[in-house]
């Protein structure tokens, strides 16, 4: 069964600083990737994702992610930290072309310090 | 044009109430999903309707719950005789099938604001 897996509950990263949030899978075929962010009160909101093409993909907001599949992961990044960047994020995958493949991590909390 | 809404947006019940929340997907999506996020917890997978075919109810956590669509729209998820720990924001998303014509936004999805429940 596929899996996703964000090994940290909590990032901290001052302002300015390059910040990563990690993310894991397990998937048996080729996996659609997706980052997605909530913001304090406010719903869900796609980031970016990867589904074929180049391992780099860059997304909303100044962020990026780089799918690697020898090590099954796709990091989250973004070079310049900004204090609204705070938030809860989630790496999520989908296995093939069915709607019920689709899991999500259990979220990472970024705090931006400034 | 109008995203995934969510109705009610907040709602506190008894326990041993019923209570339907209601989901309106992004016109043309044929997929849709419910999910529940307990408080400082990730997103739990409660149920994906996908066109006519049969739901998939693998996530419903206990026969208290159901959910129904009709067609391609609304959706209502149902929980019966709440529990407190049905206390959570469930989240509704919708999303544009593979093969649709919307390639740009293939597979990702699109959620609603959720509506937060709090059960006494």
């Known amino acids: 069964a596929q899996s996703v897996a964000q090994p940290e509950d909590q990032v901290n990263v001052a302002e300015g600083n390059p910040l990563t949030v990690k993310c894991t899978y397990s998937?048996?075929?080729?996996?659609?990737l997706f980052w997605y962010v909530q913001y304090p009160n406010r719903g869900l909101q796609f980031l970016l994702k990867?589904?074929?093409?180049?391992?780099l993909v860059k997304g909303s907001y100044g962020f990026e992610a780089e799918f690697n599949k020898s090590q099954t992961s796709f990091h989250l990044k973004k070079p310049s930290a900004l204090v609204s960047d705070s938030a809860l994020y989630f790496c999520a995958v989908r296995v093939g072309n069915y709607g019920q493949n689709f899991v999500f991590g259990p979220g990472t909390r970024l705090s931006v310090l400034p | 044009g109008a995203g995934v809404s969510q109705s009610p947006s907040n709602k506190v019940t008894e326990k041993g109430k019923d209570v339907e929340l209601r989901c309106d997907p992004i016109s043309g999506h044929t997929a849709l999903y419910w999910y529940r996020q307990r408080l400082g917890q990730g997103l739990e997978f409660l149920i994906y309707f996908q066109g006519n075919s049969a739901p998939d109810k693998s996530g419903l956590p206990s026969d208290r719950f159901s959910a129904e669509r009709t067609g391609e729209s609304v959706s209502t998820l149902t929980i019966q005789r709440t529990q407190q720990e049905d206390s959570a924001v469930y989240l509704c998303?919708?999303?544009?099938?593979?093969?649709?014509?919307?390639?740009?936004?293939?597979?990702?999805?699109?959620f609603g604001p959720g509506t937060r429940l709090t059960v006494l």
């Open positions: 998937v048996s075929g080729n996996p659609y």
């Open positions: 998303a919708s999303s544009q099938t593979p093969g649709g014509r919307t390639s740009a936004i293939h597979n990702e999805q699109f």
């Open positions: 990867y589904i074929t093409g180049d391992n």
